[in-house]
C-alpha cells in the first residue's frame, strides 16, 4: 500500500484540529456564558457564578417543554421508522407501475421549506380539529423526517443479501417470519442511523412546532424563543449546556448501539488492523 508524504499527513491533522477548534469555539463560549454572574449575556464573563443554574429550577415550563420534546421526537420516530420501512420495502422489493413517482413523493417533504409545510400542516390539522396538540406534532414531525428513514433504509435493503431470505423460505419459513427474523437483523445498521438522525431532527423542530403548536404543549426550542423575547440572560445559556450534555450522553449511547452491529464491529476491526 502506497504510503502519503509525512508533510501531507500533517497538513490534514492540522486542518482537521483548525474545524473541530471552529465548531467547539461556540459551544465552549455557550457554557462559559452559563457561569456568567452578570444579569445580562456578555463574553467574557464579569465573574463566575451558579445563579443562572438556580435561576432555571424556578422556570419549570423548561422541564414541561423538555419531556414533550422528547415524547413527540420519541414518538414521530417511532411513526417514521415503521412507515418508512414499509414504504422501503414496497419501492425496492416489488415492481409496480408508478413506483418512482411514489418515492419522489415521499421525499418530496425534504426539499420543500419547513415553514411551508408548517403551514400546510396547521391548514390540515385545522380541519380535522386536532391542531394544538402534541398528537398533531408527531404526525407532522413524521411526515417531515420520512424521507431520512426511506432514503437510509432502501440503501439497505439493496445491500441485503437475498440468499439468506430465501434459504429461510426453503426451510419452511412464511414471508412474515423471514422478515422479522432473517431480513430485519440485516436491516439493524440502517434503522439505528435513520432513528438517531430523524431523533435529532424533530428534536430540534422549530418552524412545524410554532405553528401548530398551542400552550401548554410547547417544546423546548419553542419555550427557550418564548423567553428570549422577554429576558437575555444566561438562563438560555445554562439550558443549551444542559442540552450539549444530553446530546454527549445520546452519542456514547449510539455509539455503545451502533458497535452492537455486527457490520459496525467488522469495520472497527479492519481500521485496528491497519
Known sequence: MRHRPLWITGLLSAAAWLVCIFLATPLVIVVITSLNSAAYSVFPPKGLSFRW??????????????????????????????????????????????????????????????????????????????????????????????????AIVGSTLANIKKEYEEAAADLGAGPIWVFFTVTLPQMRLGLLLSGALSFIFTFDQVETALLILRPPNYTLPIELFLYMEKWQDPTIAVVSTLMLLFAILLFFGLKLLLRSVPEVQKFVNKQHDK
Open 53 to 150: 443554574y438556580e435561576n432555571l429550577t424556578s422556570q419549570p415550563q423548561f422541564l414541561q417543554a423538555f419531556g414533550n420534546s422528547v415524547f413527540t421526537s420519541l414518538c414521530s420516530t417511532l411513526l417514521a421508522l415503521v412507515a418508512g420501512t414499509l414504504a422501503a420495502l414496497a419501492i425496492q422489493r416489488y415492481e409496480f407501475p408508478g413506483r418512482n413517482l411514489l418515492r419522489a413523493i415521499f421525499m418530496s417533504p425534504m426539499v420543500v421549506p419547513k415553514i411551508a409545510l408548517g403551514v400546510a400542516y396547521l391548514i390540515l390539522f385545522s380541519k380535522l380539529k386536532i391542531a394544538g396538540g402534541l398528537f398533531a406534532l408527531i404526525l407532522g414531525e413524521a411526515v417531515t423526517v420520512l424521507p431520512f428513514v426511506l
